[in-house]
């Protein structure tokens, strides 16, 4: 197998974590995802994750699921460590309207910075993040059925290679 972050090697991925709304109405959304990602070219990782959502929000609370696409770049991969930026899209779709007002079908696109760190011999890796999370229908109802959600969700998680 491809040694971390050459092409052609891949990974599994468990994460979670919270993303704190940043509009007057502190809404929290949480998440547990889970992704399979292949690196395309020397340091650059695509993934596909499914992701399992808590919205804690004003109105109804709700439960969702989302696929995303998301794509990685290590801009610092050394022996042990890497820094990486990330960004993602996809659909998810939850039990309620998600913003309150807005419809249960929507979309999340996502900016993010990370580290990862390699556990010991092994070659498990503690992963974490910092990324801007939204939520938003991109009017499929109208212009007025579109509210959205800004927020800055953290992360962490282990990844393994298979």
């Known amino acids: 197998m491809p040694a971390f ?18 509009e ?3 809404a929290i959304d949480a998440t547990l995802a889970f992704d399979i990602s ?25 439960a969702g699921i989302s ?12 022996d042990r460590w890497s820094a990486y930026l990330d960004a993602g899209i996809g659909p998810v779709f939850s039990t309620d309207n998600t913003p309150d007002g807005g419809t249960g079908v929507n979309f999340m696109p996502r900016l993010g910075v990370g580290l990862s760190y390699a556990l010991g011999d092994s070659d498990a890796r503690l ?21 959205d959600r800004d ?6 998680g282990i990844s393994f290679p298979f």
């Open 38 to 62: 292949i690196f395309v070219a020397k340091d650059f990782e695509v993934a596909g994750e499914v992701g399992l959502w808590g919205f804690f929000q004003e109105g109804d609370d709700a």
């Open 151 to 156: 927020g800055i969700l953290v992360w962490a």
């Open 127 to 147: 992963v974490t993040g910092l990324r801007w999370h939204h939520i938003s229908n991109a009017r499929i109802s109208g212009e007025t059925g579109n509210p």
């Open 5 to 22: 972050g050459e092409k052609g090697h891949r990974r599994f991925q468990i994460q979670a974590g919270p993303a704190v709304g940043l």
């Open 67 to 78: 696929t995303s696409v998301v794509f990685r770049y290590h801009y610092i991969n050394r």
């Open 24 to 26: 007057a109405e502190d």
